[in-house]
């Protein structure tokens, strides 16, 4: 395939998302044609990702001074202590702010790597190649980074967009399919709020997208990106309209920390039955017609995912799950904000129900 560029104009920094193959073997060029340079360099990765992968990062990357990273990519690990890591090797090694911090892993690490890069001397140069299928089409753009409190998930961070984007495609094919169905989570969720047509393409190519086949992959993959830079640059710092992009996920992050972020649930598994809530509480309000809920439905269930709310929850996990719905950052008042859909392409994110009226609507799928 050939080497894809997209170009994200928002009012804080430019920069683009590179997609193709062979790029972290062609990582110098990229960062020269690119126009990136720095003399000292830390890489965080990701444990899981394959030894090969990492050793040709560090091989081809031609920096004066290189420092490394490990960290277990786990929304557990994602906290204060993990920013403090990162802090403690930029300043003992005296990195200043033309100096880079490049994140090679997923969501988790892309968002920890952000967070620590916009707070170090308020902000060095961050370069991030997202190694999952969920960070290369969502977490990777658009500048949001944070890590997890007790409270609820991502509730502390900034928006700190980084300097560039390498996705490198090679690296899904070590992936296995629970992660890859994690990315297409967002793929799907992208595609209901682009248009019909995108979601076509989806239900279509459905298994194709999933097994990777060229050019089906590729395709999801850029147009994922296409939709999530248009909202980016319309609202950078999520005010109003970029609130669309949360389809889901106000019911996703609830049951990812009420399960104590385990692996009983990862993301997109969490967005997918998130997005499932969402459509069938849009159809319940009158606001999407059954056939389109319906065709919604019937292509998350040819998805394969086996995960459902009733055996992930018992009743008495409702209040938590409440709780946690309360804590969500787009509330402003004792509502909780809600994101609905009354077609595709035309998503609301101003919906206001009140948390009584929520937990009747989530007990009814508990035993």
């Not at 969920?134 to 300097?163: C, E, R």
């Not at 993959?221 to 005010?239: A, F, H, P, T, Y």
């Amino acid at each position: 395939m050939k080497t894809n560029k997209i170009k994200i104009k928002t009012s804080t920094k430019n920069y683009s998302i590179i997609i193709g193959r062979d790029l972290i073997g062609k990582i110098d060029k990229v960062l020269k044609t690119n126009r990136l340079k720095f003399d000292k360099c830390l890489i965080v990765t990701d444990k899981n990702i394959p030894p090969k992968f990492k050793r040709l990062l560090y091989k081809k990357l031609k920096t004066n001074k290189l420092f490394k990273i490990e960290m277990i990519a786990s929304e557990k690990n994602k906290n204060y202590r993990a920013i403090e890591k990162i802090h403690a090797i930029l300043f003992q090694n005296r990195f200043n702010r033309e100096d880079c911090v490049i994140s090679f892993g997923g969501g988790i690490i892309g968002d920890i790597v952000g967070f620590a890069s916009s707070t170090f001397k308020r902000g060095i140069k961050f370069v991030n190649i997202p190694s999952t299928l969920l960070s290369q089409v969502d977490s990777s753009i658009g500048g949001k980074t944070g890590v997890n409190n007790k409270f609820g998930k991502n509730l502390i961070g900034s928006f700190y967009q980084p300097d560039l984007v390498v996705s490198d495609m090679n690296i899904l094919d070590s992936l296995p399919e629970r992660e890859i169905i994690c990315g297409y989570a967002e793929i799907l969720k992208s595609s209901i709020i682009d248009s019909f047509n995108s979601f076509l393409y989806l239900d279509k190519n459905l298994k194709k997208i999933l097994k990777l086949k060229s050019p089906f992959i590729e395709r999801s993959i850029i147009q994922s990106c296409n939709l999530k830079k248009k909202v980016v640059e319309k609202d950078e710092r999520e005010k109003n309209y970029r609130k669309v992009l949360n389809l889901g996920h106000t019911f996703a992050h609830s049951y990812e920390s009420t399960l104590g972020f385990s692996k009983k649930l990862n993301h997109g598994e969490a967005v997918i039955l998130g997005i499932k809530n969402a459509v069938e509480f849009s159809f319940k309000k009158k606001f999407l017609s059954k056939q389109k809920l319906n065709g919604i439905l019937k292509h998350i269930d040819r998805i394969g995912m086996k995960l459902n709310i009733s055996n992930l929850f018992k009743k008495k996990h409702v209040t938590e799950i409440m709780n946690y719905m309360k804590s969500d950052k787009k509330n402003n008042s004792n509502n909780i904000n809600l994101i609905l859909i009354k077609d595709f392409g035309k998503i609301m994110t101003d919906f206001q129900i009140s948390p009584s009226n929520l937990k009747k609507y989530i007990s009814n799928y508990l035993n």
